[in-house]
């Protein structure tokens, strides 16, 4: 699933197409979208990410809300034919935005406000005390407070992963055993690995590509993540592979404690 960085290099890419631009055409391909407020004759305003969604205001206020899920890609085309499992077109006077998503859990509405997500975003906005406060005592482990969004928005199993081994914090530890010093080190990594996924345009290990189709570049800079077996570029140590909260986790039993 797409995550904060790869959306945010989406919003980011759509924003130079598409803001000021008028939606000529709608075309839906897939019966699940069929019924899809039609936005034909709306100029959108303006994209943003709030966590891991798209957001498209349009002149009237409502909002175009796209959620990639799984397997969603959105694609720029150049007035060019539909790629196989397109099940959404969008058309400009510039070009066309198609929604593909092969799996077709990919979800698409029209809304009145924008979603309603933990604003708790390292990149848009964190409030660090009330996260201390509400989150810091949960007794679960730290990296699955770090992947729950109503905690904190946008962080899936990649990049928590990616910060945990920054911080050298063993995702096992329960949160209310993190010292305030330790969450120190996890908020300042944090923002660390998430710049650093939106400046390499997200990671590509399976089917992420960005607006044009082309891979991100931030898997060459992993340090844990699909890389059992493999020596720790700190340590030398082994990198194990677990389960955790039904998703792989990948860390270093040395450095990560």
Known sequence: MPELPEVETLCRQLRGKVVGQVIRSMTVYDEKLSDLADVRGQRITDVRRIGKTVVCTLLDGRRLVVHLRMSGRLLWREHQATEPHTRLRLGFAVGDLDLVDPRRFATVRVADEPPQVCRNDFITGFDRRSFLARQACRRIAVKL????????????????????????????????????????RIFREARLVLQCGIAKRGTSISDWRDLYGAPGENQHTLAVYAREGKACPVCGEVIVRMRQGGRSTFYCPRCQT
């Open 145 to 184: 407070v770090l992947m729950d969004q109503a905690a904190v928005a946008g962080i899936g199993n990649i990049y928590a992963c990616e910060i945990l081994h920054r911080a050298r914090i063993s995702p096992l530890r329960p949160a209310a055993e993190i010292s305030k010093e330790e969450w120190s």
